[in-house]
């Protein structure tokens, strides 16, 4: 070894009183220990480049919400505050509330005027007819007759205050009434009647009636000339109807012959009814409130 020379190239021992002068064995041992360093640290290096990637880190979104629908969200009710003195709030109805119809004002109408509708009505539903009335369609007017074209047929000479006024059958008043007394001796039969003059010929084709005493019996006749026939058995009187009773208040009686023409007409009654015969003290009355006479088609 060189002066200063610490170990032998040739086979490694060292200098005597050097470091290297106790033998290859603590030289050995470092270079042990460094080797160990080095492999470890290459180890390490391995092991560091086998590890995977750490895992990217997980990005939360955060989604707002939507809102639900509008019919969902309850309403919102705004208290209401009761004005002064009402110690309860008024109710608010959710429907709009329809007011009443407005009332009608009952037609009010006076006595006669309801008491001539109701006659009007029974006249309807009580009219009978006997026989064909001739024609179609609806019902002619009444022929208009003059004031003092009724007159009371009294062939057989009763006594006139037996008679009441004929006028008031033709006056379109059903309130008041032409009579004619019930003879008690020979009850119920009568031989009276109401005539009616038409001034001229006409032909006929019904009559209508109302009476106070349904139940009587009467017979249509008509005739023509100048005169008026002094019997009913005269052969100039031409029966216009059969005998009929009258049940109801309100009648109407189709006439035959409907193509001649006449000028006077009778309502000839031959039979009071029940009702209307009355005692020898207080004869009985039947009555005709209203007669009405029709054209012929």
């Not at 603590?26 to 160990?36: K, L, R, S, Y």
Request: with cysteine; charged share 15%; glycine share 8%.
């Amino acid at each position: 070894m060189a002066p200063g020379q610490d170990w032998c190239l040739q086979c490694g021992a060292g200098a005597p009183g050097s470091v290297a002068g106790t033998g290859w064995r603590p030289a050995a041992g470092i270079i042990a220990v460094t080797v160990a360093l080095v492999l470890g640290a290459a180890a390490a290096g391995v092991a560091a480049l086998g590890k995977k990637s750490p895992p990217a880190p997980v990005v939360t979104t955060t989604v707002a919400q939507v809102a639900p629908p509008a019919a969902s969200i309850p309403p919102v009710t705004t208290p209401v505050t009761p004005a002064p003195g009402i110690t309860t709030p008024p109710k608010i109805p959710l429907k709009a509330v329809t007011p009443p119809p407005a009332a009608t004002t009952p037609t009010t109408s006076t006595p006669q005027t309801t008491e001539t509708t109701k006659k009007e009505e029974a006249a309807k539903k009580e009219e009978t007819a006997a026989g064909k009335t001739g024609g179609a369609g609806s019902e002619p007017e009444p022929i208009l007759l003059d004031t003092n074209a009724a007159q009371s047929y009294n062939p057989y000479s009763y006594p006139a205050a037996g008679f009441g006024d004929p006028s008031l059958a033709i006056d379109g008043d059903t309130t008041t009434s032409w009579s004619a007394q019930v003879n008690p001796a020979t009850a119920p039969r009568m031989a009276e009647g109401l005539l009616i003059d038409l001034k001229t010929a006409q032909k006929l084709s019904a009559v209508k009636l109302i009476t106070t005493t349904p139940g009587m019996v009467v017979q249509i006749y008509g005739a023509n000339g100048q005169t008026v026939p002094t019997s009913i058995t005269d052969k100039a009187w031409v029966p216009l109807s059969h005998s009929l009773t009258i049940h109801k208040r309100h009648a109407k009686i189709g006439l035959r012959n409907q193509k001649k023409a006449y000028r006077f007409v009778t309502l000839w009654i031959s039979r009071a009814p029940a009702s209307a015969l009355g005692t020898p003290e207080a004869p009985g009355r039947v009555t005709v409130s209203e007669i009405e006479l029709f054209p012929a088609a």
